[in-house]
């Protein structure tokens, strides 16, 4: 009862299984929720080196979310994330890229004004659309007040049936769409105590 869903709808008459493409904004755990609620498995790439209190949290919230949609499963980040990865491609699988990702104390995403290396969760989600030829879907959970929360399903912004933009071009879009979530509600963003504006990447 806390939680409705917006934009569906931009889920159907897609050619293949989409990538979902979101961020760490409200409630991010149930991101994959637009999927699941209808009974679509997913795979989501999940960074779980936390502490063991965030990490049982973020297991136990995908988890429950999942168990809606037999067949969805975390794919651990690591070493062996690129083989489980494209073994989910190939089988068809729908696949859920948070592309805000922080590592290496830094924060990837969104750009925001800073020159970011072309790297990371936005560029592989843009590298795979391209070369599976699959749609990318936008995804957000906004909070509404209070314990209510929006799950807003945005229209493609890459279909590849009738676009032929660069990898480049595609992960500058999902960029874009990032930064206008952050910037419209940026107190609502898992990583804004952890951006810090002048910290340089490495090249």
């Known amino acids: 009862r806390y939680l409705r869903y917006e934009g569906l709808e931009n889920l159907q008459n897609l050619n293949r299984p989409p990538i979902l493409i979101t961020g760490h904004m409200g409630n991010f755990e149930l991101a994959a929720s637009c999927c699941v609620y209808n009974g679509r498995p997913v795979s989501t790439i999940s960074d779980l080196s936390l502490n063991p209190i965030q990490r049982s949290i ?117 960029d874009q769409r990032l930064e206008t979530w952050v910037r419209a509600n940026y107190d609502q963003w898992y990583w804004a105590p952890q951006l810090a504006l002048e910290r340089p990447f490495p090249q």
């Open 58 to 174: 973020a297991v136990a919230v995908r988890s429950r979310c999942f168990a809606r949609a037999p067949g969805s499963y975390m794919i651990e980040a690591g070493s062996a994330t690129m083989r489980h990865v494209l073994k989910a491609m190939e089988s068809g699988q729908i696949l859920v890229f948070y592309c805000d990702e922080y590592k290496d104390n830094l924060v990837w995403g969104p750009s925001l004004g800073r020159d970011v290396p072309l790297r990371g969760n936005r560029v592989l989600a843009a590298k795979l659309a391209h070369k599976f030829q699959v749609p990318i879907v936008p995804v957000a959970i906004r909070r509404d007040g209070g314990c209510n929360l929006v799950s807003v399903t945005e229209p493609p912004i890459y279909r590849p049936e009738s676009d032929q933009s660069s990898v480049e071009e595609i992960a500058h879009r999902i």
